[in-house]
DNA sequence: TTCTAGTTTATAATAATTCTAAAGTAAAAA
DNA sequence: TTTTTACTTTAGAATTATTATAAACTAGAA
């Protein structure tokens, strides 16, 4: 990925390319392999890896904005804090709930053979599947 | 069952079956059909169904005693509040983003045929299917 | 360059939960 | 039965994650 494609992620997301935005884009998008991330690690890595400022609210903002925009999702895992992901297609997660670290798994590393249907006048809408970990 | 499971449910976890924590396990462990409570739902139960008060320490701090005695189980959902569970077999859930509806699915309704292994030294502890559901 | 809508920011507000420490109570000890 | 003890409840304060506010700032259109 080069900074073009994060501006045009950005425009086409009705998104203005701040600086903030820029430089939240680059670390979340600018890389290999998808992650998972706090607001409090975001905060963490932009105020010691990056010369300007950024409020919180700007971070909630944009991380908003970005999982609006299609850019990100969300990931249900106990505790306080939200989780979010750059992995945003479908797929399911090892947890290892005592240091709080989700691994994706692909969609295609599980298979499953049968589950019931959906109630009333309901639909299937995805099937998400948590390993728990122990050591 | 009975008030006497109650008060050994109590006593078996080391807990006192002082007034609140009776009416508080009479509701909840009282009935045929295990059921999900944030302690939201249940303060409002308590405060309307009952003679005694209860301050929102004393239910947050019963339910969780109960929790650590293994009488409880807590579920991940998206949102800020916890969810409860009475339901403590290994099971899964039909989940309603929309009106935050949980609904059980016992454990034999979903088979899985394939998974991956754990990562390096970890251990599968259980494996939890969320089915989110539409409309 | 000017204008405007969108953006950032510091700070206040909110919401769920946990903490505190004083007053109350169940059950053991006397 | 009374006393004693440890456990419990309670109101309210504190904490934590997140969202709201409204003033200052800025990207991009005009
Ligand atoms: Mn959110
Ligand atoms: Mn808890
Ligand atoms: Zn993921
Ligand atoms: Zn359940």
């Known amino acids: 990925m080069k900074k073009v494609d ?29 992650f998972h991330f706090t607001v409090e690690s975001l905060e963490n890595h932009l105020t010691k890896k990056s010369t300007c400022k950024f409020a919180l609210a700007t971070i909630y903002n944009t991380v908003h904005a ?4 299609g850019h990100l999702s969300e990931v249900d895992v106990r ?5 979010f992901d750059t992995n945003i297609t479908n797929h399911h ?13 692909d969609e295609s590393e599980v298979v499953i053979q049968k589950i019931p249907k959906a109630p009333n006048g309901k639909k299937i809408k995805n099937v998400e599947v948590f390993i728990n970990l122990k050591n």
Request: charged share 40%.
């Open 79 to 83: 505790g306080k804090k939200t989780y």
């Open 93 to 105: 997660h090892f947890y290892d709930s005592e240091t709080s670290e989700l691994i994706d798994i």
């Open 66 to 69: 970005f999982k609006k925009a």
């Open 6 to 34: 994060i501006l045009k992620k950005l425009r086409s997301s009705g998104l203005r390319p701040t600086k903030q935005r820029v430089e939240i884009a680059k670390f979340l998008f600018e890389r290999d392999k998808t």
